[in-house]
């Protein structure tokens, strides 16, 4: 059993920048392939990057360039830095942790990119 909790939402004004974190209890983290994806009213969620176990990564094309997701295996944590955000990044961000038919979600944090 893997618990996730994100944290680092929040309220950002158009071109600035947000840190999210996904803390996750539980065991053998560092064998889940770890996502970051988010919801926006209206629209279905949709994935926003992705690190493998080896660190590959890969990302919408919409955030390509602005968003670097990384995991640091030791504190159990993966991180999603968002530069240059817009307000069409305005939606509930959750992390997912998933390893074969095993899949974990977090509760998710909202970030709302307006001036």
């Known amino acids: 059993q893997v618990q996730l909790v994100e944290s680092g939402g929040g309220l950002v004004q158009p071109g600035g920048s947000l840190r999210l974190a996904c803390a996750a209890s539980?065991?053998?983290?560092?064998?889940?392939?770890l996502g970051w994806y988010r919801q926006a009213p209206g629209k279905q969620r949709e994935l926003v990057a992705a690190i493998s176990t080896s660190g590959s990564t890969n990302y919408a094309d919409s955030v390509k360039g602005r968003f670097t997701i990384s995991r640091d295996n030791a504190k159990n944590t993966v991180y999603l830095q968002m530069n240059s955000l817009k307000p069409e990044d305005t939606a509930v961000y959750s992390c997912?942790?998933?390893?074969?038919?095993?899949?974990?979600w977090g509760q998710g944090t909202q970030v709302t990119v307006s001036s």
């Open positions: 997912n942790a998933g390893a074969g038919f095993l899949s974990y």
């Open positions: 539980g065991r053998a983290f560092s064998l889940y392939a």
